[in-house]
């Protein structure tokens, strides 16, 4: 099932709701959890039997783990040790059995790959990322999980318990394309008083969240999709690529991505707070970063903080030690501490996409350039000319030596193959400035225009609906917007009329239900 499906809409949604608030209100929090492990299941079943059996599944072994690790006392250490690290190793095997399993059927034939072999398991990635972190702090004994699954001595304590958690993995906002959530982030939230408790102010931010993220999916990122497809297209069968046309291409993807996957995210966050919760921000206006290092602290937050802590960050002390450890001079300490941990990380954010050369490649890349900003960034001239260039002189120059590269490495994302990316820069950098096709070239341009005028200079959903906390802060990241240009959302009527014109506008579209680019991840 879609966000933007209308029996998700019309039905599933105000069904779920009521059912939620009503429960909650007759017994209490743990109905009210029950509804929404229940609601995520049928959510999740027109992906198939098999994938939510494999989701369920993963499910109850990860809970069961989590017990050990909870009512095993510390001196019982080898044999925690040994559970959580089974753990990891099970979710860890899933992942790459299902998910990289078309190199297993490559492998296993010899050659050639069928359609078949492309299908990955819905959010297998999400819930798998989820869940290890939740055994990690579980082995730390977080004081959420304790508070969340700690003490559960009946069978009927381990039912709700299972109920619990299961409604905190499998919560359907989240459960396909993220926000990857740690319990910390969920658990008080449920321990108050208020959870389960209508409020109006709750459904109005979380209907306009979703309608904010509709309009980008539907009217924005799909209408997008046609210019990028068409050059993609060529550029994988080897056809001539007008260099013009290969642009536009290049840009429309650029645009298409970020608007597919951060209007998801806004409905993710919308979603939760119509169910009383704030979620993590996954998105915080990338395409207006400065640089590498910045776009990572506002593209897909909660995946780079995952795998921040469990790679980049022991890999990166491991190595400090070392060094110190044999007094290293400095070139090799940072090589060890700091841009191989760099490398392996962006190579796993690559191939966290997919079994693809092109990913391989597009983690590389990111992983040099984030070495050489962050490189350059420690010079005695940056820092000098820090001091004496004001905020936005580096802001706007931060911004244009950053588009183009990025673009770039969006191009490589989306290309089918590495052969299919080169020929499509020899075709970029033809120098053939004619305009290809007079009615297809204006109407791209203009909405190229129209999506980079809402990406540079209308603030994000998060800053629209900043007086309302609309989800929890996953970095604290400096607002780029022009704020004057939009004041601050109010549950008044102009914003619920301009929020339901930009409904009816998405829902102009809504029959065209093409699925969220992420969902193959």
């Known amino acids: 099932m879609l966000f933007t499906d209308p029996l998700f809409l019309f039905v599933f949604l105000p069904v779920a709701c009521a059912l939620f608030y009503g429960l909650s209100r007759l017994w209490g929090a743990t109905a009210g959890l029950a509804v929404i492990f229940a609601a995520s299941m049928v959510f999740y079943l027109p992906w198939g039997a098999f994938s939510t059996g494999l989701l369920i599944t993963s499910v109850v072994v990860n809970f069961l783990i989590s017990q050990g690790l909870l ?12 559970l959580v690290w089974g753990g990891e190793g099970y979710n860890l095997i899933t992942l790459i059995w ?41 082995y730390r004994r977080d004081e959420s999980v304790v508070r969340y699954l700690g003490g559960l001595k009946t069978l009927g304590d381990r039912a ?24 910390k982030e969920f658990q008080p939230q449920v321990a108050t008083k208020g959870f389960g408790r209508f409020r109006q102010s709750d459904i109005a931010v979380g209907l306009t969240l979703m309608t904010i993220g509709m309009f980008k999916k539907l009217v924005l990122a799909d209408n997008l999709a046609p210019y990028a497809d068409t050059v993609f ?63 990572y602290r506002r593209w897909h937050m909660t995946l780079t903080r995952v795998i921040s802590r469990f790679l980049y960050t022991p890999l ?11 007094r290293w001079p400095k070139g090799p300490t940072r090589m060890l501490a700091l841009w191989i941990p760099l490398l392996v990380n962006f190579e796993v954010i690559g191939l966290w996409h997919g079994a693809l050369w092109t990913f391989v490649t597009f983690g590389l890349v990111h992983g040099a350039w984030y070495i ?17 260039s004001p905020d936005w002189l580096r802001t706007f120059l931060g911004r244009c ?14 290309s089918e193959s590495l052969g299919a990316m080169g020929h499509l820069l020899k075709s970029l950098f033809a120098f053939d400035f004619s305009i290809p096709g007079a009615v297809p070239f204006y109407k791209a341009v203009a909405m190229l225009i129209g999506a980079f005028a809402v990406i540079y200079l209308m603030p994000n959903s998060v800053e629209l609906l900043r007086r309302w906390r609309p989800g929890l802060a996953t970095y604290d990241n400096p607002s780029p917007a022009v704020r004057w240009l939009f004041p601050a959302w109010r549950p008044t009527w102009p914003w619920a009329l301009f929020a339901g014109g930009l409904f009816v506008w998405g829902l102009y579209y809504v029959s065209r239900q093409p699925p969220f680019l992420y969902q193959g991840f």
């Open 316 to 326: 990166s002390l491991n190595g400090t030690r070392f060094a110190m450890k044999r």
């Open 372 to 388: 050489l900003e962050t490189e350059a960034r420690n010079t005695k001239a940056w820092k000098r000319w820090k001091k004496q």
């Open 401 to 414: 030596i950053f588009l183009i590269p990025m673009a770039l490495c969006f191009a490589l994302f989306r």
């Open 71 to 82: 009512n095993l006392p510390d001196e019982r250490r080898r044999l925690r040790l040994t």
């Open 98 to 138: 299902f998910k990289y399993h078309i190199l297993r059927a490559f492998v296993l034939r010899g050659g050639g790959i069928e359609a078949t072999d492309l299908i990955i398991p819905a959010g297998i990635s999400f819930y798998t990322f989820h869940q290890a972190a939740f055994l990690a702090d579980a």
């Open 160 to 183: 709700a318990g299972f109920v619990r958690y299961a409604a905190f993995v499998t919560f359907f906002p989240q459960l396909v394309i993220g926000p990857i959530t740690y319990l």
């Open 233 to 295: 297209s060529h550029a994988g069968d080897g056809l001539a690529i007008h260099p013009v046309s290969g642009w536009i291409g290049v840009f429309a993807y650029y645009a298409q991505l970020y608007f597919d996957f951060s209007g998801y995210s806004d409905m993710a966050l919308g979603l939760a707070r119509m169910f009383g919760l704030r979620y993590p921000i996954n998105f915080f206006s990338p395409l207006k970063s400065v640089g590498v290092v910045d776009f």
